[in-house]
């Protein structure tokens, strides 16, 4: 097993959607990686920083679910990060009504001693230079998998390649890894994207599932077509910590195993919609993970007859 060390917000959401709105509730990139990842029972620590407003209860989720916090830097007097937003019906496309960077305007992450030496690094959706930041920080990661998203690419193109030349694994959404590469076709984005340093590209498709591209190797896994989707919020978040717990619990790296990590990942993302927030991750248990893994089964097994 692995170390696994998870930097990103941990922060205050408020979400509206077609099903109801919610104050002030836990949210943030790290939360929900971590939380995911916690899945698997790995040694795992996240990296973030928050203001005194930040409810002890909030930090104490993440102490029940064996995640370490001594990275998270609480600031006296400080605010913690906010982002507020409101979905669209067709749940795929959103507006930002508020965001407060807080706390998170002047993060310095301080990567614990005890984890210096983590050999999975997942460094969720922040500023590059803070990516990079905790990058310098780790002695020798088998492995570092970023995530990132438009914002960036429009506002810090320069300081994310640099972050992007140095990781083994990119994940974007579809939009996102057509803006990076300027490629319409997903499979020539992936291919442009792998010469600016990443090794694997995994490419998320929404409902639709996400792909994984190595060299010539190409992989698809399906989304589980649900019944509820509640609040997609955090979503693209908890298939990465599952990809990454996934990855950490088997100590395995190879394209093979990231096939099964995807598999994980997407399993995991298909939980975190069905309640607002965190609260579907919060109280899942292993058997509900494992009995969903077999309804992915049944989707992406089949004999073909040759006539």
């Given at each position: 097993m692995s170390k696994l060390l998870i930097v990103g917000t941990v922060a205050f959401d408020a979400i509206e959607t077609p099903f109801g709105k919610t104050d002030k509730i836990l949210g943030g990139a790290g939360t929900y990686i971590g939380l995911s990842a916690s899945q698997f029972n790995v040694d795992s620590a996240v990296v973030s920083i928050v203001g005194d407003d930040f409810p002890q209860k909030y930090l104490d989720i993440l102490t029940k679910n064996n995640i370490n916090i001594d990275g998270i830097e609480v600031v006296p007097g400080g605010k913690t990060f906010f982002w507020s937003g409101r979905y669209h019906n067709d749940l795929?496309?959103?507006?930002?009504?508020?965001t407060q960077l807080n706390v998170l305007a002047d993060f310095n992450p301080v990567v614990p001693?005890?984890?210096?030496?983590?050999?999975?690094?997942?460094?969720?959706?922040l500023h590059p230079l803070v990516q990079l930041s905790v990058l310098e920080q780790l002695e020798s990661p088998k492995l570092a998998i970023l995530d990132t998203m438009n914002f960036w690419m429009d506002n810090a193109l320069e300081d994310l390649?640099?972050?992007?030349?140095?990781?083994?694994?990119i994940t974007i959404n579809d939009e996102e890894a057509r803006q990076l590469s300027g490629?319409?076709?997903?499979?020539?984005?992936?291919?442009?994207?792998?010469?600016m340093g990443p090794k694997y590209v995994v490419i998320k498709k929404g409902e639709h599932g996400a792909l994984l591209f190595h060299e010539e190797q190409v992989f698809f896994a399906p989304a589980l077509p649900l019944e509820e989707?509640?609040?997609?919020?955090?979503?693209?978040?908890?298939?990465a910590g599952g990809f990454a717990g996934y990855l950490a619990k088997s100590g395995d790296i190879s394209f093979e195993n990231m096939k099964n990590a995807i598999i994980y990942g997407s399993n995991l993302a298909s939980f975190c919609v069905e309640k607002f927030g965190t609260e579907r991750m919060e109280e899942l248990s292993g058997q509900e993970v494992d009995s969903r893994l077999e309804e992915f089964k049944k989707l992406t097994q089949f004999e073909i007859a040759l006539t």
């Open positions: 795929n496309s959103r507006d930002t009504l508020d001693n005890g984890y210096k030496d983590a050999e999975i690094v997942m460094l969720g959706n390649m640099k972050v992007i030349a140095k990781v083994d694994v490629e319409y076709s997903l499979a020539k984005a992936a291919k442009k994207i792998a010469t989707v509640f609040d997609p919020t955090g979503a693209g978040d908890t298939f």
